[in-house]
């Protein structure tokens, strides 16, 4: 099932799960069930998969135009918050963010077009995730915000003196000094 978001363009699916004596099976892509959903067909063109600990928050990340990526992420194992941010100028949630935990017990994925900062924070204690991304990763155009940013608000379901960063992470600009 598909269902839209109240932001251009961003989608929750969650499976059809088959279950049986020996385990589930369920399709966890199908480009013309994507496409007959949400009249996108994108081209994905790399995979990407990390594992962490509790309390690790990755993000939020984006490459900058003309390097965005569009992103299919899920994870396979624990849970997280994932959390995006509007960074389209002439979008009506410009600057508004949207979270949703995933996780692999709910197995819910979140399509998130180019334009978003995305990022997300382990809740269980390890967490695999996984994605699909419709354009290369080009190191020159990798760049980010700061997770943290009291103009955003976000609300990080964990106590921030627990949230562990990469220096990289620690680093990023604030939304008002983001460059798309
Ligand atoms: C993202 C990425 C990283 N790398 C390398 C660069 C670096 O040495 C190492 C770890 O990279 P990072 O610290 O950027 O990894 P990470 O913090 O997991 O970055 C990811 O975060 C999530 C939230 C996203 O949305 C992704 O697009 C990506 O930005 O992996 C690649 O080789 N290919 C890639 O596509």
């Given amino acids: 099932m598909y269902k839209k978001t109240d932001f251009d363009g961003v989608w929750v699916f969650e499976p059809r799960l088959f279950e049986d004596h020996r385990g589930y099976f369920f399709e966890s892509f199908n480009l013309n069930d994507f496409e007959k959903n949400t009249g996108l067909r994108p081209t994905f063109v790399q995979d990407n998969q990390s594992g962490s600990t509790k309390g690790v928050m990755r993000g939020l990340h984006f490459q900058k135009s003309p390097f965005g990526q569009s992103k299919l992420v899920k994870v396979i194992v624990g849970e997280v ?32 077009p180019k334009g978003f900062a995305h990022g997300f924070l382990v809740l269980s204690d390890y967490a695999e995730f996984f994605y699909k991304c419709d354009a290369f990763y080009e190191p020159k155009a990798d760049t980010g915000m700061y997770f943290d940013d009291p103009k955003i608000g976000i609300e990080w379901q964990m106590d921030l003196d627990k949230i562990i960063l990469s220096e990289k992470d620690k680093n990023l600009p604030l939304f008002d000094d983001v460059e798309y």
Avoid: A, M, P
């Avoid at 960074?87 to 819910?108: A, C, H, P, Q, W």
């Fill in 81 to 112: 918050q994932d959390v995006i941010v509007d960074l389209r100028k002439d979008s009506v949630t410009y600057g508004k963010s949207f979270s949703i935990n995933l996780s692999e017990t709910n197995k819910k994925q979140l399509f998130i």
